[in-house]
């Protein structure tokens, strides 16, 4: 079987592929997931969809990837994927299909003239959702469901001029909730951010404390993210959330900690210093170090003379 995806690039191909009846809207659709058909023979597939895809599901009785992540929906989660992102779903054929929940569905052109078109994207699960999906609360399932259902009534109602900002507005309040949601999330499931945070920690301990410092610099937030199987935007968030710093300042602060540590344990010169720390040049290094700290690094060494 080939492993090109299937692209989707409307909602009433969407419709079609999967057995449903055909939009009431072209533009935008919520989608009862229990009225999702299956075709036999196909039990492992990768898509791309041209239209944002906001699901909530459960008990799928499938596997899905979504960039470096597996989900399985024994509970209700979210996840949020942006047009041209690949995804896959591996069926088992010895098992009945089941599932339940809802999708939106939304086309970029019914965007087009709001503020939301430019302001979508900036939603950063829309990114970091790759990696982690939303688990929901049943309370948080019932807010989400009743705005899924706001919407659905006003496409079904006659279309007027006033329409589409209402249902954008709903869209915006959708989105607004995710983000508190997630929010959420970051602060409760301490044990698995605290064991990445932790992983962070080790993995820039090795990293300055080996050759790939000197070789290629310091390590960039991209770098670090996929050192740690997560999005940066993704990490940005975690971080901030459970430190206050997001992960360049995380690695900057590992930097001044090994800068600290040279300066006051070696006899290295400033521009020895620099190079270990990957700084081709010292006056970069020093400037830095003096932004962080409000010393020269010579200024540091010698208050403990």
Known sequence: MSTAPFRIKTISEFHRARGLPKPEHPLISVVDVGGVKHTPGHERLHYVFDFYSIALKRNFSAKMRYGQQQYDFDEGIMFFMAPGQVFSIEFNPNQAIQQSGWMLLIHPD?????PLAKKIRRYEFFDYAVNEALFLS????????GILQHIQNEYRTNIDKF?????IAQVELLLTYSERFY????ITRKIANHEVLGRLEKLLETYFDG????????????YIAEKLNVSPGYLGGLLKVLTGLNTQQHIHQKLIDKAKEKLSTTALTVSEIAYELGFEH????SKLFKTKT????LEFRQSFN
């Open 110 to 114: 019914f965007l087009w003239n709001t």
């Open 138 to 145: 049943d309370k948080e399932e019932i807010i989400i469901a």
């Open 163 to 167: 329409s589409q900002e209402i249902i």
């Open 183 to 186: 929010n959420r999330q970051f």
């Open 211 to 222: 050759d790939e410092i000197i070789q290629k610099g310091l390590p960039s937030v991209t």
């Open 282 to 285: 010292p006056q970069s290094f």
């Open 294 to 297: 409000n010393l020269s690094p």
